[in-house]
């Protein structure tokens, strides 16, 4: 008998698993398209140079450690306002916005779905499909979750997510992504997040954008275009941004919560519960990366060397997906996997069963999750042929 005696043991996380077993195998060949990084063609997740110059700027200036306040880096917040709201919206003078540095992208989504079981929501809907974690964060917090249809048959279904979210009640939350649609890679239209908006303020729908790929679709302009169309609409809104594939700064655990409300007093009340949600958790954002960002975007040579850097990331995952699904195409003479070339970002979702999954894996040594789900980022481009005429042969 111990104190921990009444715990049941939780199913290993699927994705880890996956990485162990391809680490341990001793296959002459074999495929990962399981991980959830961007790899280069040499297979590395590299530091970007912008990164690695900024942080050496930053150390070098750095005098202390000292905490440095409940919103973090204020430099990083106000850069990342001006990435999402735009650098002239009048609702920052107004006093209308807030921002919190958060301990990457899930922080800032923990932030958020906390700040609306604060504010009395009860159930929360994510798309289906969706990342795990989206459930795994609403699910922690003690809230229901409830699913919206997203794509079928690997398009998007306006349909299905608009007919989803009008059952659900006022107050209720929702999780929305925006750029590069994890897993399916399928993105929601310019005007279709106008609908979204109009929704949620005529049901008092408490909306959550989540960011984790701003500039991996197209231009950093572009890619914030459905998210900004949507709190236009909507007027108000929560978003959680992450820097951790944009500038590759994964384990610095970097990201941003960010809020607009339609009163400064509104937003004045909920920067105090923000303020209490972390305190109450992390205590006090982490520092480095945020830093790192802040230095970067604040100065115009190692932003354009960043911005270079995220357009040579992106322009590698088009390529990628190009060439795997007219490889796709051609092998299995089925167009709609033509579809893969029109999706966004590091994941797309294949049509291939649990079983399917399994088998490419034991039998011929491909590397992939039960979902079907593939990362584009992960492929080296010389094994394009031989992935195609393997996924081929399970789709
Ligand atoms: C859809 C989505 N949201 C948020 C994140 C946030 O990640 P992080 O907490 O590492 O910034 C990720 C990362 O994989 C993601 O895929």
């Not at 291939?352 to 990362?375: C, F, Q, V």
């Amino acid at each position: 008998m111990s104190l921990y005696s009444g715990l049941s043991t939780l199913p290993p996380d699927a994705l880890l698993g996956l990485m162990v077993a391809y680490r341990e195998d001793k296959r002459d060949e074999k495929f990962d398209l399981g991980v959830g990084v961007y790899k280069d063609e040499a297979g590395n997740t590299p530091i970007l140079s912008a990164v690695k110059k900024a942080e050496a700027r930053m150390l070098a200036a750095q005098d202390s450690k000292v905490y440095e306040g409940p919103r973090g880096n204020v430099d990083f917040c106000a850069h990342v306002e001006d990435f999402v709201f735009g650098a002239g919206h009048p609702a920052r003078a107004e006093g209308r916005t807030l921002s919190f540095t958060a301990p990457g992208g899930c922080g800032a989504l923990y932030a958020g779905v906390s700040l609306m079981r604060r504010m009395g929501t009860k159930k929360v809907w994510v798309s289906k499909p969706t990342w795990p974690n989206h459930p795994n964060v609403v699910k922690s917090l003690g809230l229901d979750v409830a699913e919206y249809d997203y794509a079928v048959g690997g398009t998007l279904s306006p349909t299905g997510i608009l007919e989803s979210l009008m059952q659900a009640e006022p107050g209720d939350g929702v999780i929305i992504q925006g750029p590069c649609h994890n897993p399916t890679g399928i993105d929601i239209p310019e005007r279709l997040w106008t609908a979204l908006g109009d929704l949620a303020k005529s049901k008092g729908l408490v909306v959550m954008v989540d960011v984790a790929y701003h500039g991996f679709a197209r231009s950093l302009g572009e890619d914030m275009a459905g998210v900004r169309a949507f709190l236009e609409a909507a007027g108000e809104g929560m978003v959680a941004y992450s820097c951790s594939k944009n500038f590759g700064l994964y384990r610095e655990r970097t990201g941003c919560f960010l809020a607009l409300g339609s009163t400064p007093e509104g937003i004045a009340a909920a920067t105090t519960h923000v303020a209490a949600i972390g305190r109450a958790s992390w205590s006090m954002p982490p520092a480095h990366g945020a830093g790192i960002v802040a230095t970067i975007l604040g100065d115009a040579e190692l932003r354009a060397e960043w911005e270079a850097e995220l357009s040579s990331m992106r322009n590698r995952m088009i390529a990628l997906r190009k060439a795997l699904s007219d490889a796709l195409v051609a092998e299995t003479g089925s167009n709609s996997l033509g579809e893969l070339a029109r999706q966004n970002g590091m994941f797309s979702q294949l049509p291939i069963t649990p079983e399917g999954a399994k088998k490419l894996r034991e039998d011929l040594g491909l590397y992939m999750p039960a979902s079907g789900r593939i990362n584009i980022a992960g492929i080296n481009a010389n094994d394009i042929p031989r992935i195609a005429e393997i996924l081929a042969t399970a789709l």
